[in-house]
């Protein structure tokens, strides 16, 4: 270690005392990421502060020595946006896990950025409320990781994506500025929205410390069903006709075409409500009262009649509920298959099915290639799956799941984040100007680049 090195050090242990600087074996018995379980955090030290104030002062000893920083939440991401070189100090908020205020009248928590999502829900229900957000990671994935993110997740049809539900945060700049916004207001325009600067920008902007969240009242009940309908277009037909139907309650509607519907549905795994061989299932699931559920099953009959649905399950109970569900939510079945290649893109709804079709149609071309798709098709969002090639093989997944999106007006990334995996891939989705633009504000807020540098850029 230079003596520079060990001098920041010196000072950062001096900012968040002896146990909130992690380094050396401690440090390597850490993964690097979640979907790098066997990589040891490469990191020069982890620092653990406690509040705003530390990470501030840990800032601005960062700026002096020159050293990068990483910020770390729960380590879920999907795009490798928390690897850290090993001259660079990886910031974790784990310490930051206050949920500091809850106010049931004005439906607004205050919590720190390291409160995982699933606090943040449960403290909402014990008052009665409704944290919306919810993924899979929902157990590890922070409030500041999913603002950095602005995650999507299971329920963005009804409530959006993080953004919608901030109002408010602090962050610190590279230099070490507090920049405070923790105003619990939902009207607000007061020139810049500058916790903007901060969703979806992947900490490279600023370290989010805290922020001001948005709750809902807790939804009476929920129709759950799975369809199966003659292909993807039919099923956009059932989302609009269950919008019309229940003035916009549909809470979640995902595809699973029927490679993904069998690979979850094998024995031993979820129980399939309906045969394997329809060309394309969605969930679709609608908050409404008990006594609601009739008219969605009128309206299912009604779809049925018009061959829009071929065939249809309704939950009956919590249990078929949490069933049906399972078909979507086991992720380590694909794991277990080694479908491990995961990729999130986003299609116009209309232009869908032609994109998947031509998308599967050239990777049965390539040779060991399996592949499933499924994904919150009500926001546009795929998920694919593939098996790993190495190489050429993985190329010619990229290039057929990729190539095709800039034509379509699509994404490169629905909800995952640009991190270090499809920094390459970042032009494909937005213009010269845009990405110029962002370096702009990039140089403004970090000119020497020292915030999670090398990510999204
Ligand atoms: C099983 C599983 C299911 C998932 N499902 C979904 C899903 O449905 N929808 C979805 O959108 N995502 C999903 N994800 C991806 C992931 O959970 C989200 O990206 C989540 O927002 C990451 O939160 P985190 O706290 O783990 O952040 P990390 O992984 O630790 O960090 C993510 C990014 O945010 C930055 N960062 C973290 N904390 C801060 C902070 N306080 N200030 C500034 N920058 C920070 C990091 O540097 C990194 O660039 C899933 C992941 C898994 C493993």
Redesign the pocket.
């Known amino acids: 270690m230079t003596p520079n090195a060990s001098a920041l050090l010196d000072r950062l242990a001096a900012i968040v005392g002896p146990t909130g600087l992690v380094t050396g074996e401690e440090l390597r018995g850490r993964p690097a990421?979640?979907t790098r379980p066997a990589e040891p955090c490469a990191a020069l030290a982890l620092v653990r502060p406690r509040d705003t104030a530390e990470t501030g002062a840990v800032l601005t000893a960062c700026a002096e020595a020159g050293a990068a920083i990483?910020?770390?939440?729960?380590?879920?991401?999907?795009v490798d946006?928390?690897l850290s070189a090993p001259d660079q100090i990886t910031l974790s908020?784990e310490r930051m896990t206050a949920i500091e205020s809850l106010d049931p009248l004005s439906m607004t928590m205050v919590a720190g950025?390291g409160v995982t999502i699933e606090a943040v829900q449960n403290a909402a229900r014990e008052a009665g409320l409704f944290f919306p957000l919810d993924?899979?990671?929902r157990g590890?994935?922070?409030v500041?990781?999913?603002?950095?993110?602005n995650?999507?997740?299971?329920r963005v049809l009804r409530y959006g994506m993080?953004r919608e539900m901030v109002l408010g945060l602090e962050?610190v700049l590279a230099d070490g500025t507090v920049v405070s916004s923790m105003r619990p207001l939902i009207k607000n325009n007061t020139g810049l929205d500058l916790k903007q600067l901060?969703l979806g920008t992947?900490?490279t902007l600023?370290?989010?410390?805290r922020a001001v969240l948005r709750l809902r009242p807790e939804p009476a009940g929920y129709a759950t069903a799975l369809v199966a309908c003659p292909g993807v277009d039919d099923g956009a037909r059932v989302l609009r006709a269950a919008q019309s139907a229940f003035q916009g309650r549909v809470s979640s509607f995902e595809g699973l075409w029927p490679d993904f519907y069998r690979l979850m549905t094998k024995p031993g795994r979820a129980t399939p409500p309906l045969g394997p061989d329809y060309p394309f299932y969605a969930i679709i699931e609608v908050e409404c009262v008990a006594e609601e559920t009739d008219r969605f099953l009128d309206l299912l009959d009604r779809l049925m009649g018009e061959g829009t649905v071929l065939d249809a399950a309704l939950a009956s109970s919590e249990e078929q509920r949490q069933g049906m569900w399972r078909i979507r939510d086991r992720?380590e079945n694909m794991n277990a298959d080694g479908i491990v290649r995961a990729f999130d893109v986003s299609v116009p709804l209309d232009r869908m099915d032609g994109y998947v079709r031509g998308a599967l149609a050239r990777m049965a071309a390539i040779p060991d290639c399996r592949v499933v798709v499924y994904g919150?098709i009500g926001d546009n969002n795929l998920h694919w799956n593939t098996t790993d090639l190495d190489g050429p093989g993985n190329a010619a997944i990229d290039a057929a799941i990729y190539e095709p999106l800039a034509d379509l007006n699509g994404s490169v990334s629905a909800?995952?984040?640009i991190?270090l995996e499809k920094r390459g891939k970042l032009g494909l989705s937005r213009s010269a100007e845009e990405i110029a633009t962002m370096r702009l504000v990039k140089r403004a807020l970090d000119p020497d680049n020292r915030l999670?540098p090398g990510?999204i850029f």
Do not use: C, Y
Not at 144 to 149: N, P, Y
């Open positions: 990421s979640w990483v910020p770390r939440g729960g380590a879920t991401g999907l946006g928390i908020t950025s993924l899979g990671a590890s994935a922070t500041g990781g999913t603002i950095s993110t995650a999507g997740g299971l993080m962050a901060f992947e900490g600023g370290i989010v410390t992720v919150h909800e995952h984040g991190g999670n990510k």
